[in-house]
Nanobody, 121 residues
Framework: VQLQASGGGLVQAGGSLRLSCAASGRIYTSSVMGWFRQAPGKGREFVARMKWADGRTYLGDSVQGRLTISRDRAKNTVYLQMSSLRPEDTAVYYC???????????????WGQGTLVTVSS
């Protein structure tokens, strides 16, 4: 399984971006798709996850109300729609696939290469 993240870039504070994560091959119904981010000098932080079987979602506390996770099942693609972006959202964003309903990066087995989001003030 390969995950390809894209959509990052430079945006001003208050702006929006949509990240995409395309999976090669089928995403099994037992899968949990997640988004994490890592800011310079910091650890990897949970952002959002989705249970592939039923579309149930969960967002991290720091992004609630500003970010949403969605999917296109036909395209095996997961999206992270980001709005009202803040400079502290600057990070490399990674998509990942696991099988646990978890916010722990260690529970996710497959990782994309990351896409950089930079929010200027």
């Amino acid at each position: 399984v390969q995950l390809q993240a894209s959509g990052g870039g430079l945006v001003q504070a208050g702006g929006s971006l949509r990240l995409s994560c395309a999976a090669s091959g089928r995403i099994y119904t037992s899968s949990v798709m997640g988004w994490f981010r890592q800011a310079p000098g910091k650890g990897r932080e949970f952002v959002a996850r989705m249970k592939w079987a039923d579309g149930r979602t969960y967002l991290g506390d720091s992004v609630q109300g500003r970010l949403t996770i969605s999917r296109d099942r036909a395209k095996n693609t997961v999206y992270l729609q980001m709005s009202s972006l803040r400079p502290e959202d600057t990070a490399v964003y990674y998509c990942a696939r696991g099988s646990q309903w978890s916010a722990d990066a260690r529970d996710f087995t497959y990782w994309g290469q990351g896409t950089l989001v930079t929010v200027s003030s």
